[in-house]
Every structure is written in C-alpha cells, then in structure tokens.
C-alpha cells in the first residue's frame, strides 16, 4: 500500500528505519537532534532513539565529518548531515582524503560506511556561497558514490540502501523541494544504486537530468507533447556509478540528447554525459549533444538573475527544437 508523503518526510522514514534494523547507524550534524533539523528531515529522531544516536554538533564540519570517518572505520554507519553541501566544503579533506580513499589505503582491509547528506544547488536567493551544485564536485573523486534525487520515493529507497552500502556515499537533496510531495509504499524497499529512471517514455528525443532539474525537465516534455513531440525523460538518480547503458539505450531509439544540469558547464556531469554518448552512441545521433546549464558564473543575489541563471522549460524547449531541426 502507497500513501503521499512529502521528501522529507521519506528521509527520515529511511534513516529511522535503518536505525531501528541497525544499532551501528546514527545521525550526526548541526541542529539534527533539539532543533529536529534545518528542515525537519531529522524531526521526533531524538525524541525515538536518543542524544547517543542523535547528535547535535559544533558549527565545525571538518571536525565532525572526521568523527563520522573514524566512527565509519571502525565498524558503525554515521549518517552525517551538512546543512547544505556549500558548508560542506570545510569538510572536503574528510571527504575526500579519508573516506574515499579509506579502502585503496588499507588495500582493502578497511571500509568506510557512511553517508553524507544535506541539500545541493541553488535555492532562491542565497547568493554566491551558498547556491553552488556539488554532484559533479565529488563525483569526480574515485572511491566515492554520489546520489541526487528529489522524488519521495526513489530518495527513501535510495537513502536505504546508501545506508547499507559499504562504501562512503554522498547524497544529494534539495533544499527547495523538502516539501515535494510522492507516492511511497508503506512496506519496505529498496532501489539498486547506479540504476537510473526512465520517468517519461517517448521516441523523438532523449532529455537527461537529475535532483530538482527534473521537474524542469518534465515540465518542458509536457509542452513539447502539445507539439507532438515524444520527449523521454530519464533521472539519473545515481551520478556515480553512471548508468551508461540506460542512456545509451534510450539515444539508439531517440537519435537526440538533451542534457539538463544545474552545475557549471565546465567539466560538469552534462559534459560527462555528452562524452559518453558520442563514444558510445555516436552513430546513432542525428543531432550534437545539446546541454542547459547554469550561466558560467557566481549566482547574484537578485531574483531577475537567479531566473536568468537557472535552467528553465523555456531554454529546455528551445535546445530540443534544435536538436529536433538540425542535422548532425
């Protein structure tokens, strides 16, 4: 049986499940545990499993993702929330030097089961140092899986098995869309990491994204319908591993890419996803990849801007009329 609840409220439905089948999991993180969370992803948690299993940390994210290393090394599963991922940079060194790199250095003896989670991307008026897309960020690192998701119910499946998983995870969520509502089954499940989604069947052209861009996304395939064309539309979910051959499967039946990215153009996932596919479906494609980023520069604080600097359906229409009437 499914009922509709909102993201956050799938999230704290994975981690509360996860803690009750596993006493090694516990969450970790600024305002996690009094204060229920920055956006109550993490709200009654205390109350249920206590301030040992719940814990509020210092404003000092290198030293408690250290602390989630440590513990993760040594046989528990931290959960280790930023309150967003732009604060996480002071974290990278954790991230990166230790937990990614925590099985090649122990030629396999060790693992590092952890999870860092909290929002990515922009979200409204925030301003430069706060409104920054990360996927591409970490996935660039080996040793490290990145997931990014807005959908209820692929982010508790996903979140579940992120948990269970042996190696550190970044995941990845959006602070506009906590309140996005979903159908999740009551009963348990889990969703295969590396898997992406087709959400959109269609055989006109190919439009890839993920994490908040997706409704993007989806709204632009809805007006592309009223013009009779077939838009399929596929969610990564997992950005690393990268499901090559879902992508690939869909451009030998569409002939054409559209990529949607709320990260930077220069060395993004859509620039991965762009290389790919003309490596790997080269001979399928009747147009070039075309890929919607954000503008190649800081976000500005004024609303006109954040609008000019997102993707939006209307440039999402425009790359796919071009891929549409343009021959390769």
Same mark, same amino acid.
């Given at each position: 049986?499914?009922?509709?609840?909102?993201?956050?409220?799938?999230?704290?439905?994975?981690?509360?499940?996860?803690?009750?089948?596993?006493?090694?999991?516990?969450? *970790? &993180?600024?305002?996690v545990?009094?204060?229920n969370?920055?956006?109550?992803?993490?709200?009654?948690?205390?109350?249920?499993? &206590?301030?040992?299993?719940?814990?509020?940390t210092?404003?000092?994210?290198?030293?408690?993702?250290?602390?989630?290393?440590?513990?993760?090394?040594?046989?528990?599963?931290?959960?280790?929330?930023?309150?967003?991922?732009?604060?996480?940079?002071?974290?990278f060194?954790?991230?990166?030097?230790?937990?990614?790199?925590?099985?090649?250095?122990?030629?396999?003896?060790f693992t590092?089961?952890?999870?860092?989670? &909290?929002?990515?991307?922009?979200?409204?008026?925030?301003?430069?140092?706060?409104?920054?897309?990360?996927?591409?960020?970490?996935?660039?690192?080996?040793?490290?899986?990145?997931?990014?998701?807005?959908?209820?119910?692929?982010?508790?499946?996903? *979140?579940?098995?992120?948990?269970?998983?042996?190696?550190?995870?970044?995941?990845?969520?959006?602070?506009? *869309?906590?309140?996005?509502?979903?159908?999740?089954?009551?009963?348990?499940?889990?969703?295969?990491?590396?898997?992406?989604?087709?959400?959109?069947?269609?055989t006109?052209?190919?439009?890839?994204?993920?994490?908040?861009?997706?409704h993007?996304? *989806?709204?632009?395939?809805?007006e592309?319908?009223?013009?009779?064309?077939?838009?399929?539309?596929?969610?990564?979910?997992?950005?690393?591993?990268?499901?090559?051959?879902?992508?690939?499967?869909?451009?030998?039946?569409?002939?054409?890419?559209?990529?949607?990215?709320?990260?930077?153009?220069?060395?993004?996932?859509s620039?991965?996803?762009?290389?790919?596919?003309?490596?790997?479906?080269?001979?399928?494609?009747?147009?070039?990849?075309?890929?919607?980023?954000?503008?190649?520069?800081?976000?500005?604080?004024?609303?006109?801007?954040?609008?000019?600097?997102?993707?939006?359906?209307?440039?999402?229409?425009?790359?796919?009329k071009?891929?549409?009437?343009?021959?390769?």
């Amino acid at each position: 049986m499914s009922r509709i609840i909102t993201l956050r409220d799938a999230l704290r439905e994975a981690m509360s499940e996860e803690m009750r089948r596993d006493e090694t999991v516990f969450l *970790m &993180g600024e305002e996690v545990a009094e204060y229920n969370g920055a956006y109550k992803v993490s709200k009654g948690m205390l109350d249920e499993f &206590g301030p040992k299993r719940v814990i509020d940390t210092p404003i000092a994210e290198l030293g408690f993702a250290g602390i989630g290393v440590g513990a993760a090394i040594n046989g528990l599963r931290p959960i280790v929330e930023f309150m967003t991922w732009n604060f996480a940079v002071l974290a990278f060194d954790q991230i990166v030097n230790n937990a990614a790199k925590t099985l090649s250095q122990t030629a396999g003896d060790f693992t590092c089961p952890i999870v860092f989670r &909290g929002p990515s991307g922009a979200a409204g008026q925030l301003a430069q140092q706060h409104s920054q897309t990360f996927e591409s960020w970490m996935a660039n690192c080996p040793g490290l899986k990145v997931i990014s998701t807005t959908d209820p119910y692929d982010s508790k499946g996903l *979140m579940k098995s992120a948990i269970r998983d042996e190696d550190p995870i970044c995941f990845m969520e959006s602070e506009m *869309m906590y309140g996005h509502k979903g159908e999740v089954p009551e009963e348990e499940y889990l969703i295969p990491i590396g898997k992406a989604k087709v959400k959109r069947e269609g055989t006109d052209v190919t439009i890839v994204s993920f994490n908040k861009m997706m409704h993007v996304a *989806m709204d632009a395939a809805d007006e592309l319908a009223k013009e009779n064309i077939s838009a399929e539309v596929i969610d990564l979910r997992t950005i690393r591993p990268l499901d090559h051959h879902t992508l690939v499967e869909s451009v030998k039946k569409t002939n054409r890419l559209v990529v949607v990215d709320e990260s930077w153009p220069f060395a993004g996932v859509s620039a991965e996803i762009a290389y790919e596919i003309q490596k790997y479906a080269f001979d399928y494609l009747d147009a070039p990849v075309t890929r919607i980023n954000s503008a190649d520069t800081s976000l500005s604080y004024a609303p006109t801007f954040v609008e000019e600097y997102l993707p939006n359906p209307t440039k999402v229409i425009k790359a796919v009329k071009e891929v549409m009437y343009t021959n390769a």
